[in-house]
């Protein structure tokens, strides 16, 4: 069973990647938490990212694809894996596309999470990360058990630079033009399946379940 999600910062593709994760126990791959644990760690690849990161900013290609293609074809990976932040532009699935193609593989199902702008700005404003192990919260949707302090690992729950207003609104409009246009590229391939992401956690996963049941 090998998974993308697409939608926009903010439209839960993590939180719904982490439960497919163990509910079909595949590996979760996400790009931004490899970024993250890379800037934690003073890596140099964490530097660079980071650049681009705080701005909004996409970080360029030829940092991802390399680190994606291998790490999809680990052993873990072989009987499945979900990609969370990965493809986020045409490039990029075309990398993703023929790395797979090479093993006579390709991607099943491309679930596109689906929340209007105006939605994203309200929920990130709400959104708390753990400082240690990266799981998300809301204030609101997705509430910690004690406020400021993660449920896992007892970390300290932050607003991510990244989930600043000003910086949504920017990886807003970078998602628009440069994530959106795979939305189309997975419908041509038959793998798309659209979901309205603006209703309850609990739902969207059966949902999900749903499609990847069916
Ligand atoms: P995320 O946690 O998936 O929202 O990712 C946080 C940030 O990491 C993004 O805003 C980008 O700057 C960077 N990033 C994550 N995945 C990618 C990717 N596939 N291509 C380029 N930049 C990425």
């Known amino acids: ?8 910062p903010g439209a839960g593709k993590g939180t719904q990647a982490k439960q497919i994760a163990e509910q079909y126990n595949i590996p979760h791959i996400s790009t931004g938490d490899i970024f993250r644990a890379n800037i934690k760690n003073g ?8 650049e681009y990161m705080d701005q909004g900013l996409l970080v360029p290609d030829e940092l991802v694809v390399d680190l994606v293609v291998d ?5 873990d990976c072989q009987k499945g894996f979900i990609l969370d932040g990965f493809p986020r532009t045409i490039p990029q699935a075309e990398a ?28 990130m404003s709400g959104r708390r990360s753990c400082r240690e192990c990266g799981a998300i919260f809301h204030a609101k949707y997705n509430p910690p058990k004690s406020e400021g302090i993660c449920d896992i690992c007892s970390g300290e729950l932050i607003l991510r630079d990244d989930d600043k207003e000003e ?3 920017k990886r807003l409009d970078v998602y628009h033009e440069q994530t959106a246009p795979l939305i189309s590229h997975y419908k041509s391939a038959g793998s798309l399946h659209e979901i309205d992401g603006t209703r309850h956690i609990d739902v969207v ?7 990847l049941e069916a």
């Open 1 to 8: 069973m090998k998974i993308i999600m697409l939608g926009a």
């Open 96 to 123: 993703l596309d023929a790395a797979l193609a090479a093993k006579d593989m390709k991607i099943d199902y491309a679930l596109d999470i689906e929340v209007p702008d105006e939605n994203i700005i309200d929920r």
């Open 167 to 169: 910086t949504v609104k």
């Open 43 to 50: 890596t140099e690849l964490g530097k660079k990212a980071k």
């Open 71 to 75: 790490r999809i074809e680990k052993d």
């Open 205 to 211: 996963f059966d949902e999900i379940k749903s499609i």
